[in-house]
């Protein structure tokens, strides 16, 4: 069943009393010239207490012969009324790390079996999804994908009975030009993803790789 055939059937106001899943606050500040001010915010109920991450977004490589391919998926989200191009992405459980987080997400939304980068790279900083909105975060988590491993020939997704999510794959030299072209097709771009082809693209303007 494709993604497409979602919709949108209505909008209505909905009370934080209401909401199972975020909540908004009023925020008292003091600014740099000490004067009283307010903030409007959003924040998750699903934070697992004694956690600073409320979740991790997976960066997965396909290690295949004709190159490198990043994971994505397809999957429509209500908020922007279309289907979303995303990075594979979850919620941590109570007592989990953000790498423990990556590889169980990983396995149940695609199917695949991964391996955290051990180089010291595996985990991003922490990073705020929209600062000005609400306290949202998150960390990237850089994971392969081994193809010659058994369990990434055919793998299996583990989807829970409200997950619609397709998978595929891109290159990581045309990543840039592929979003482009999945944008022009209709699609929503998840800003994870947005970035992450925006850095290859200021890479290779100003070939940083010489710098590196």
Known sequence: MSSANAEVLSR??????????????????????GKLRVWESAERRTRPANSPVDGVGIIAILEKPTGPELLLQKQF????????IEV???????????????????KEETGYVGRVAGDGSGVSPLMFNDPGFCNTNLNFVHVTIDMSVKENQNPKPELEENEFIEVFSVPLARLYSEIRKLEKDGFAI???????????????????????
């Open 77 to 84: 989200r209500p908020p922007t009324e279309k289907v979303c």
């Open 88 to 106: 594979p992405a979850g919620l941590v459980d109570a007592g989990e790390s953000p790498e423990q987080c990556a590889v169980r997400e990983l």
């Open 12 to 33: 209505e106001p909905l009370s934080t009393e209401a909401a199972a899943w975020t909540k908004l606050v009023r925020i008292t500040y003091k600014d740099p010239n």
């Open 190 to 212: 998840d800003a994870r993803v947005g970035t992450l082809a925006e850095g290859f693209e200021l890479a290779k303007k100003w070939k940083l790789r010489d710098l590196m």
